[in-house]
Nanobody, 124 residues
Framework: QEQLVESGGGLVQPGGSLRLSCDASKLTQNYYSRAWFRQAPGKEREAVSAITTTGLNTYYADSVKGRFTIPKDDAKNTMYLQMNSQTTRDTGVYYC????WGAGLLAFDAYDNWGQGTQVTVSS
């Protein structure tokens, strides 16, 4: 089921910034953690960043550490991913997802509710 809706993607120049949003207002139950994934052309989907609902545990892929931020205190029913200093390697479709049952922050296969994705293209 798709109860998450991403927005904020688009075209950005290298070195630029984008903020992705994920509308979670249609979720009907609480969740353990939320995450952002991306899939580049011809590549497998990868986890970019994740955070537990408590905000106590976070994950960032090595490729985005120091550049991307998943805020601990999102606005109610909205999740964000702040992307700075973007490179062409950040190009891809970005998905938000939540994990309902708490298998573990890094149990990426356990994320069970996904959005439809938003395209991010980093190009000059």
């Amino acid at each position: 089921q798709e109860q998450l809706v991403e927005s904020g993607g688009g075209l950005v120049q290298p070195g630029g910034s984008l903020r992705l949003s994920c509308d979670a207002s249609k979720l009907t139950q609480n969740y353990y953690s939320r995450a952002w994934f991306r899939q580049a052309p011809g590549k497998e989907r990868e986890a970019v960043s994740a955070i537990t609902t408590t905000g106590l545990n976070t994950y960032y892929a090595d490729s985005v550490k120091g550049r991307f931020t998943i805020p601990k205190d999102d606005a109610k029913n909205t999740m964000y991913l702040q992307m700075n200093s973007q490179t062409t390697r950040d190009t891809g479709v970005y998905y938000c997802a939540v994990q309902t049952w708490g298998a573990g922050l890094l149990a990426f296969d356990a994320y069970d509710n996904w959005g439809q994705g938003t395209q991010v293209t980093v190009s000059s």
